[in-house]
């Protein structure tokens, strides 16, 4: 996108549009309090992290336009536990507790201080790698201390008038479902049995009453003193974008349709409580490539921020998402698909190096500015800043198969060839090296895997075939250590005067070296490997005398 007049084209990225948007409509806030929030009724997967690094995007864009930002992420946790996903265990403990909040039922696990608390604790400890650092709220302390008494009040207080933004919803929609005049927009959990099977009806201004048709247990409650009830999801999320007065949040696919939760929210907090709804952008799906429909908790074995973490570093992963408009589908994959991301980021970090050119200005701009909101500590790439040496992602997949995955080895052999320059580089290519070789061992492909020989095999090699492999040999012998230029002579002359070619020739050379007819690229694998251990696989198939 083109900056507007007056505005500092290094901020060119959606994120800023969005923060510009944000400071407009809340000119007058002292602090711009962006928000992001899940229910973890199941495991909390990627697909779940559009939402909070989309609101780590935009605070962060405020903040470099010079904002004071609050940067909350509610956990939802006392919604209801409605369905047990797939993969979880204990399911018969956990089917005993449908029905009751999601921060009362046990942690299947035996971890964590409910099923919620498992969830929450394994999500907010994969965002930490990522720089994301949020203030986070759990909805359920907040209700049971009473924080939202207030909230509750004026709905109750507006039943009406929520009745009737809902009902203009559920007539152009739904048939047959308006809500009944005696409707309350309340929901919550019984103190005796704690399921939410609750009816109620309002006693006085701060005084609700409940029976539950489960156990037949019947109640006052004072809001003021906290408890078990809480608003339902459509009036909780208006309530709480007025009580936090809240600047900016995103919202799902899901959320953002006509009709959807935000339309409705955005009426009640100006109805209700006075307060206007925050900037919103609407998010699209993540998917996982090879996999049809939109990741879902609930149907089990989902892919985790953690995971994800496993495979990709954390700037790449963030780079994905920094790469993509909220509303723009994306996939995640693991397959060969990871190579091309890996190279299109290392790509777009040399443009904001200017170790590549750009197209213009401009692109250089552009791709500091996605590299600053991929990092994990928001460092802004200066004019004579270098770039810190990192291997690419193919050339490591060779590389540390040669050290059968040792990453002391193969850092060592980058640092050694002298193409490590700094801490960081050293930093970089370990964390790189890591992912690396966990995406060879859980999903690279056969044909991407190798070993090298632990013993020399014998082969019957043709007259041509030793000619060659002896010219291949001869800078070898007598050396500690090689570069790769010093063997391309040898390898632009290996056939000549024979009647094979490098594609009929190079096959005896990977079988006698991994076992196979095809592998790296021949030089940088004998120079990683070194003139000893090539010597010793490769020369005892020379006949005598060669």
């Known amino acids: 996108m083109e900056p507007a007049a007056g505005q500092d084209p290094y901020l060119n990225h959606w994120a800023d549009a969005a923060a510009a948007k944000t400071l407009a409509a809340h000119a007058d806030a002292k602090v711009v309090t962006v928000a992001a929030g899940i229910t973890p009724?199941?495991?909390v997967h990627v697909g779940n992290f559009r939402e909070v690094i989309t609101v780590d995007l935009v605070a962060r864009a405020l903040r470099d336009r010079g904002a004071d930002v609050r940067f909350i992420y509610s956990w939802d946790d006392f919604d209801v536990l409605r369905k047990v996903p797939a993969d979880m265990p204990q399911r018969d403990m956990l089917n005993d507790n449908l029905r009751r909040s999601i921060s009362a039922v046990p942690d299947p696990y035996g971890e964590h201080d409910s099923y919620a608390g498992h969830n929450i604790a394994a999500f907010e400890k994969s965002l930490a790698p990522l720089g994301i650092q949020p203030e986070f709220i759990r909805?359920?302390?907040?209700?049971?201390?009473?924080?939202?008494?207030?909230?509750?009040?004026?709905?109750l207080k507006h039943a009406a008038d929520i009745r009737a933004v809902l009902n203009s919803v559920r007539d152009k929609t739904t048939a047959n479902t308006r809500l009944e005049d005696g409707w309350l927009p309340l929901s919550g959990f019984c103190d005796n049995c704690g399921r939410d099977t609750l009816a109620f009806a309002v006693q006085d201004e701060w005084t609700v009453h409940y029976d539950c048709s489960a156990c037949k247990h019947a109640a006052d409650v004072d809001l003021r003193q906290g408890g078990n009830l809480k608003l339902p999801w459509r009036i909780d999320w208006p309530m709480r974008w007025a009580h936090e007065r809240v600047c900016f949040e995103p919202g799902g696919k899901d959320h953002s349709t006509a009709g959807g939760s935000f339309d409705t929210a955005k009426d009640i907090v100006r109805v209700v409580y006075g307060w206007q709804a925050p900037e919103y952008v609407g998010y699209d799906f993540v998917r996982i490539k090879g996999r049809a429909g939109k990741i879902s908790s609930s149907k089990g074995d989902v892919v985790t921020?953690?995971?994800?973490?496993?495979?990709?570093?954390?700037?790449?992963?963030?780079w994905m998402f920094v790469s993509f408009r909220?509303?723009?589908?994306?996939?995640?994959?693991?397959?060969?698909?990871?190579?091309?991301?890996?190279?299109?980021?290392?790509?777009?970090?040399?443009?904001?190096?200017?170790?590549?050119?750009?197209?213009?200005?401009?692109a250089r701009l552009v791709a500091q500015r996605t590299m600053q909101l991929a990092s994990v500590d928001h460092r802004r790439i200066g004019e004579?800043?270098?770039?810190?040496?990192?291997?690419?992602?193919?050339?490591?997949?060779?590389?540390?198969?040669?050290?059968?995955?040792?990453?002391?080895?193969t850092v060592a052999y980058y640092a050694e060839a002298g193409q490590i320059n700094g801490d960081e580089s050293r930093r970089l290519t370990r964390q790189r090296a890591r992912c690396v070789w966990n995406w060879i061992a859980e999903w690279g492909p056969d044909e991407f895997r190798y070993q090298l020989r632990r013993e020399p095999k014998l082969r019957e090699l043709s007259a041509d075939e030793a000619t060659c492999l002896a010219r291949l040999?001869?800078?070898?012998r007598g050396r500690e250590e090689?570069?790769?230029?010093?063997?391309?002579?040898?390898?632009?002359?290996?056939?000549?005067?024979?009647?094979?070619?490098?594609?009929?020739?190079?096959p005896v050379v990977y079988d006698l070296l991994i076992g196979r007819d095809k592998g790296p690229k021949l030089t940088t694998l004998i120079t990683a490997i070194g003139p000893a251990r090539a010597l010793s696989l490769l020369a005892p198939s020379l006949p005598a005398g060669t």
Request: charged share 25%; net charge negative.
């Open 482 to 506: 090689i570069r790769e230029d010093e063997l391309v002579p040898t390898m632009k002359t290996l056939c000549e005067g024979t009647g094979l070619d490098n594609k009929t020739f190079l």
């Open 41 to 43: 009724s199941g495991v």
């Open 326 to 362: 909220p509303n723009t589908e994306f996939q995640i994959s693991f397959d060969l698909d990871v190579i091309t991301l890996y190279e299109n980021f290392d790509r777009t970090r040399r443009i904001a190096y200017g170790v590549e050119p750009a197209k213009d200005a401009q």
């Open 139 to 155: 909805q359920s302390q907040r209700y049971r201390a009473g924080a939202y008494a207030e909230g509750i009040r004026l709905a």
């Open 305 to 318: 921020v953690s995971d994800c973490l496993e495979i990709y570093e954390p700037e790449v992963l963030r």
């Open 473 to 476: 040999l001869a800078p070898l």
């Open 384 to 409: 004579g800043d270098v770039l810190p040496f990192v291997p690419g992602f193919r050339h490591l997949s060779m590389t540390l198969q040669i050290f059968e995955g040792d990453l002391d080895k």
